[in-house]
């Protein structure tokens, strides 16, 4: 059992950064891949970005490449999003999600939310013009 619990979110401005974090209970938590996930109202929960159980290997959605970044640091369970050049469309709840089995290799990456185990409650992130 994996109990996952985000902060970080918050508003911030068009261009502006944030970092999340999502801190992780159990011993386990160095044997699931991470992902995170973003819900914007009336649309469905699509992958952000995912990071495999070692941290050698990542995967980031082309709306979000050059300007996110994913990393965990398994002696403290947590696994972080840094956000940065935010824009209007970035506005969404973030949830982090782990994954026993999800692959992380570039196009064989688990992306559909069936393939992740444990999920987080979300932080909102808002970003104003």
């Known amino acids: 059992q994996v109990q996952l619990v985000e902060s970080g979110g918050g508003l911030v401005q068009a261009g502006g950064s944030l970092r999340l974090s999502c801190a992780a209970s159990?011993?386990?938590?160095?044997?699931?891949?991470m992902g995170w996930f973003r819900q914007a109202p009336g649309k469905e929960r699509d992958i952000v970005a995912a990071?495999?159980?070692?941290?050698?290997?990542?995967y980031y959605a082309d709306s979000v490449k050059g300007r996110f970044t994913i990393s965990r640091d398994n002696a403290k369970n947590t696994v972080f999003l840094q956000m940065s050049s935010l824009k209007l469309e970035d506005t969404a709840v973030y949830y982090c999600?782990?994954?026993?089995?999800?692959?992380?290799?570039?196009?064989?990456?688990?992306?559909?939310?069936?393939?992740?185990?444990?999920w987080g409650q979300g932080t909102q992130v808002t970003v104003s013009s």
């Open positions: 159990g011993r386990t938590f160095s044997s699931y891949a």
């Open positions: 999600a782990a994954g026993r089995r999800a692959v992380v290799a570039g196009s064989r990456t688990a992306r559909d939310p069936d393939e992740y185990d444990y």
């Open positions: 990071i495999s159980w070692g941290g050698s290997s990542t």
